[in-house]
C-alpha cells in the first residue's frame, strides 16, 4: 500500500535495550479531510527518513500490521501499526512527474464550428 502527503513531524530515532530501533514520522495527507498519520520506520529503514524536511510531499510504502494481546484478566485487545519500507519525493503540486508532451500535434486541430454554415436544417425537433 502507498500513503501520500505532507512531511509534518520526523522524531528522532528510539533505541531500546535490546537493541531494536525506531524512528516514526508523521505526514498530513492531501484529502477533502486531511489525516495526520503517524508512520514507524524499523532497524535499517530508519535511514530513509535523513533526507526528509518538514513540508515535503512524500509517497510512503506502507504496510499493517496487527496484534493480539490478552491481559492478565483474560480480555483481548487488538493492536494496528503502519510500517514503512520506502519513501519517495513528490512534485509540490502533489502530482507525479509527467512525461512531456510532443510540441506539435500529428493532426491539425479546428476551432471552427462544422455545423454553423448548415442553412438546412431538416431535424424533427
Known sequence: MELQGTVKKI???QTFASGFQKREM???TQ???PQPINIEFLQDKINLLDT???GENVKVGINIRGR???SPQGETKYFNSITGWKIEKVLDNGS???QASPTQSA???SNENPFASDDDD???F
Open 11 to 13: 522524531t528522532e530515532v
Open 26 to 28: 508523521v505526514i498530513l
Open 31 to 33: 484529502e477533502q479531510y
Open 52 to 54: 526528509l524536511r518538514e
Open 68 to 70: 493480539e494481546w490478552v
Open 96 to 98: 507525479e512527474p509527467t
Open 107 to 109: 493532426t491539425p486541430v
Open 122 to 124: 431538416d431535424l424533427p
